[in-house]
């Protein structure tokens, strides 16, 4: 797949596990979305209550979830504001819950080390943890949220969570569910480095944010100091001395190719489509014509109605194929067919014919679409310099996730 930058800003829902997720994650995504004008909410499962606390000051906390969770709240809160201040929910809680049902809070499930050095469930998980919630409630409060926000898009982990995190497990499979059933398009958290990304997004002009928000989480990683030769590198440790360095770029990959946009000029249509259209459009014009040509004596006491309205319905076809498609190929056989059928239909009675008759009418009939057609074809396309002007304040926005080592 190509790794092509993403062009436009969106509403977009990032859907974490813990706190800490989403910058790590994350976190350049974020910022950069932010600065251009996106509409960014984070949605967080739990408040990873499970989670190692490593200063010194803090490690009286450890295994107090209450402690923990309030202590986890101000750091994304911190975390949140450094990268931009996007929105934020916490699962079960006002916006992120179907309003028929009581608020509830979903514990981290913690986990364990497994053989291969990835994580794996614990066997101590709490009854209200979220792997042990039922699926199916997960996955409405997730669509409750991206009703509440009015995303349009929704990104959180691959499927393996990043790196086996049950809670990043189960937050990929409930979010996946949610996007599908809100018909939204999804897009999961991979390595840069990999061949899987579908879009990139440059993070290192936010790196300064990413790096403060990186520091709010002095329970969870160690960030290194600046080095004064590289301002832009950036790398922490984990709790469990792994040490991971922020890439320059974050990247994700859709979960179904997205469906090939329908053509909207007649430019984008493929070569059958455009003779297709051109086919169409002088069928049209043909119909037109043959309509035109036996009412447009038509009267209503004085006034000339058949004229009127043969002029308006040729007027009609010529300008909004011009404007709708973009097309002079399309005008030019609507032009043709109306044509065609005029003086097929008229050539059938002869100098006598009593379809087009020498009066007002008449010689509107006769002459009036091929002025009319001309005059739209040779009005300028300035599609082009509209198209320039509008993409040029959104140049290089992103569309959606990015990657980074992710944990709980």
């Known amino acids: 797949m190509s ?3 993403a062009t436009r800003p969106e509403r977009v829902l990032f859907v974490h596990a813990h706190p800490d997720d989403e910058t790590l994650a994350t976190g350049g995504t974020i910022a950069t979305l932010l600065e251009l004008g996106a509409e960014v909410t984070v949605l967080t499962a739990t408040r990873g209550e499970r989670g190692e606390m490593l200063t010194p000051a803090l490690a009286p906390m450890y295994g107090d979830g209450p402690r923990v969770a309030a202590h986890r709240e101000t750091e994304i809160a911190a975390a949140l504001a450094a990268l931009g201040r996007p929105a934020h929910l916490w699962l079960g809680g006002p916006g992120a819950r179907p309003t028929d049902l009581p608020e509830r809070r979903y514990t981290d499930s913690g986990m364990q080390w497994g053989p291969d050095g990835r994580a794996v469930a614990s066997d101590d998980a709490p009854a209200d943890s979220l792997t042990a919630a039922d ?30 995190h049950p809670d990043h497990v189960r937050v990929h499979h409930a979010a996946r569910y949610a996007a599908k059933a809100e018909d939204l398009p999804f897009s999961m958290v991979v390595d840069p480095a990999s061949t899987e990304a579908d879009v990139t997004v440059d993070v290192l002009p936010v790196r300064a944010k990413v790096r403060a928000a990186v520091e709010q989480y002095r329970s969870q990683v ?22 991971h360095q922020a890439p320059a770029v974050e990247a994700f990959r859709h979960a179904e190719a ?21 086919v169409v459009a002088l069928l049209l014009g043909l119909v ?31 300008v909004g194929l011009r404007l709708l498609y973009r097309s ?6 609507v032009g043709i067919g109306i044509i065609v059928a005029t003086q097929v239909l008229s050539s059938v009675g002869g100098q006598s014919s009593p379809l087009v008759l020498a009066n007002t009418a008449g010689y509107v009939w006769t002459f009036g679409p091929a002025v009319i057609a001309a005059l739209v074809l040779a009005w300028p396309d300035l599609s082009g310099v509209r198209a320039a002007r509008d993409a040029a304040p959104t140049a290089g926005a992103a569309a959606s996730s990015g990657s980074g080592p992710a944990r709980g």
């Open 135 to 164: 699926l199916g409630e997960v996955v409405d409060d997730i669509r409750a949220a991206i009703r509440s926000t009015a995303a349009d898009a929704v990104v959180s982990y691959a499927d393996d969570g990043g790196y086996g």
């Open 328 to 333: 002079r190929a399309m005008v030019a056989a």
């Open 288 to 318: 037109a014509g043959g309509l035109g040509t036996v009412t447009h004596q038509q009267t209503l006491g004085a006034f000339p109605v058949g004229m009127v309205l043969t002029t308006l319905i040729v007027v009609g076809l010529t």
């Open 222 to 243: 160690t960030a290194d100091p600046t080095d004064p030769a590289d301002p832009t590198a950036l790398s922490w440790v984990m709790p469990h001395g792994a040490r």
């Open 3 to 5: 790794k092509v930058p």
């Open 258 to 278: 997205p469906a090939a946009p329908a053509p909207q000029t007649y430019a984008e249509m493929s070569r059958q489509g455009k003779v297709t259209a051109v």
